[in-house]
Every structure is written in C-alpha cells, then in structure tokens.
C-alpha cells in the first residue's frame, strides 16, 4: 500500500509510536520502503534511517497473520492512504 505521510517519522517519539503500533502484530512481517531503502517496521533504529519527512511517500507491505489488519492500522494511523 502507497502511503503519503501526514506528519512523517523524521522524530524519535512518531517513530516510536509507529514501532509500538507495529509491534502489535507478533507474526507479521511488517516493512517499509521509500526507494531503495527498505526498513522493518518494528526496527527503531531502521525506520529512523530511511528519514521520512512529511509528505513523502512510503510502500506499506505485510505477511503473516493479520497482514491487512497491520498494514491499515499503521497506513491510518500515520497518513491518508492513496
């Protein structure tokens, strides 16, 4: 899923909300990519990396259980969806 970030995860503490929310979702690989970086999404220190800032946008993409609840759930939480 394609998401635009309203707010970004630029700031320790988004990032570690983001994380938090992500860490819901125990069987489930969570990642995100901004070109060719890629992050796990329950990875402090690798979402920080990439530096989203507000605006960019993001690929969302889960496998596990609960892939689709994850992937909504973190896509609402940080943006609008496209």
């Known amino acids: 899923m394609v998401v635009k970030l309203k707010d970004g995860l630029d700031h320790v503490l988004t990032v570690l ?3 938090r929310e992500a860490e819901k979702y125990p069987h ?6 901004k070109g060719n ?3 796990n999404a329950k990875n402090l220190l690798e979402v920080l ?4 800032t507000p605006g960019t946008e993001m690929i969302l ?3 596990g259980k609960k ?10 939480m940080m943006s609008q969806s496209e």
């Open 61 to 63: 993409t889960a496998e």
């Open 37 to 39: 970086k890629k992050a």
């Open 49 to 52: 990396s990439i530096t989203l």
């Open 28 to 33: 489930t690989e969570i990642t995100i990519q």
């Open 67 to 76: 892939a689709d609840q994850a992937v909504k759930a973190l896509a609402k």
């Open 17 to 19: 909300q983001f994380v």
